[in-house]
């Protein structure tokens, strides 16, 4: 048998030995517990204040350098933007951050300031489409 021939099966006889032999863990070891899921939402969400709640067709407020405005709203009960959508009227609003269990903002942009009229402002929980009322925004005529 050749040096090559030789080291070739020694390389297969160690992967089979390998592949054939089971690491068992220690007696007294534990299987490990996944980790619990974060918590976005908690059962109950308040919302205190919020602003603003008027402006004028076409007048922007707290203007973002996108040219959107923003909106804020005090809440407790939420900790992540990832477990809430918010809503004005029948429009999904963007670039939502929440400070947990403390405030949070969220972009309007120009086109929903285009029209006069009292839209619903609400949060819809992702994980059971629960709505929470934040208030009543309103666009008035120039």
Avoid: H
């Amino acid at each position: 048998m050749s040096v090559k021939s030789q080291v070739v099966a020694g390389a297969v006889c160690v992967l089979l030995l390998g592949a054939c032999s089971e690491q068992k863990a220690p007696a007294d070891s534990k299987p490990a517990a996944s980790a619990p899921a974060p918590v976005l939402v908690a059962a109950e969400v308040k919302i205190a204040q919020w602003g603003p709640n008027t402006t004028k067709v076409g007048q922007g407020f707290a203007q973002q350098v996108n040219g959107n405005s923003a909106l804020w709203f005090e809440q407790k009960g939420i900790f992540s933007p990832d477990g809430v959508e918010v809503w004005l009227g029948n429009n999904k609003l963007d670039n939502l951050i929440i400070a947990p269990d403390s405030l949070g903002t969220v972009e309007v942009s120009p086109e929903l300031l285009k029209v006069p009229g009292r839209f619903p402002l609400y949060l819809v929980v992702k994980a059971d489409g629960k709505k929470i009322q934040i208030g009543e925004f309103e666009v008035t005529a120039n």
